[in-house]
């Protein structure tokens, strides 16, 4: 199992750089431990809060020797933040018991870096792609969350939700051509 | 597409707008959402997230650039 800590020195002395690799690998364990509270949270904004917490409270981060640590610091904060906002939100406490309790069940997370294999294959599908989906999936890759979507469609000259129906249809484009190469959607 | 389908699409997008305060807003799509919709949305992002990631030079998805800039702007 990769240890993410390898990266903390530069975090804490405030090294962008640092995070950014500890990013790559830390997002997808986070995002995922935040699934069971999807219904009433939104969880990217939810991800986003508790990735700029983490990179705020890193200094004061000790390791513990387990590994992981600012991983591990990482899912408490998403945790307590999804917890803070489920109880402003006036959610029922029963209800706040079980998604906690479903949050706790959920396998124990392990950081994931993307596949170069994987790469190659999203690339070349990614060249097989129509000119418009291919279009409104490249204004959101090279915006990176940076823009809303009614401005990429302005670009992209396209009504709000056509730019929309063509992002969803390059998405299911590329799915359905890495599944061809033997990599169905629970696969990457 | 459904117009639910293209709600779940927008509420997947990684833009989150701030209030003056400098707090991440919950998308107005993913507002308009009911449950199943909502986790629909998470699964979208995940999905959309790990394409993004691998395509990146650093393996980075548009979730992490826009906390990235976000950092760079504000510091710690």
């Known amino acids: ?188 | 597409m459904s117009s639910e389908e293209i709600l779940i699409e927008a509420a997947a997008a990684a833009f989150r707008a701030r209030n003056p305060a400098g707090e991440i807003l919950p998308s107005s799509a993913w507002m308009d959402l009911d449950a199943e919709g909502r986790v629909a949305a998470h699964d979208v992002a995940a999905r959309s997230r790990l394409l993004e990631a691998a395509l990146d030079p650093d393996g980075l998805s548009s979730t992490a650039r826009a906390v990235l800039l976000r950092i760079a702007g504000a510091g710690r």
């Open chain 1, 1 to 188: 199992m990769d240890d993410l800590d390898v990266h903390l020195p530069g975090i804490v002395a405030g090294e962008p750089e640092a995070f950014t690799r500890w990013l790559a690998g830390a997002e997808r364990s986070l995002r995922q431990s935040l699934r069971s509270f999807a219904s009433r949270l939104d969880t990217e904004a939810l991800l986003q809060e508790t990735l700029l917490r983490v990179w705020q409270v890193a200094p004061r981060a000790v390791p513990d020797g387990a590994g992981n640590s600012l991983l591990r610091l990482g899912l408490a904060i998403a945790r307590n933040l999804a917890l803070s906002g489920l109880r402003r939100a006036r959610t029922d406490p029963v209800a706040i018991d079980v998604l906690e309790r479903e949050a706790n069940d959920t396998s124990p997370f392990e950081p994931a870096l993307p596949d170069p294999l994987l790469r190659d294959l999203i690339e070349h599908c990614v060249h097989r792609l129509p000119r418009q989906p291919a279009l409104a999936l490249r204004l959101r890759l090279e915006t990176s969350g940076s823009e809303p979507d009614d401005s990429l469609a302005r670009r992209a000259g396209m009504k709000l939700n056509t730019f929309l129906q063509n992002f969803g249809r390059a998405r299911k484009l590329l799915a359905a051509c890495l599944a061809e190469r033997g990599l169905p959607a629970g696969s990457w």
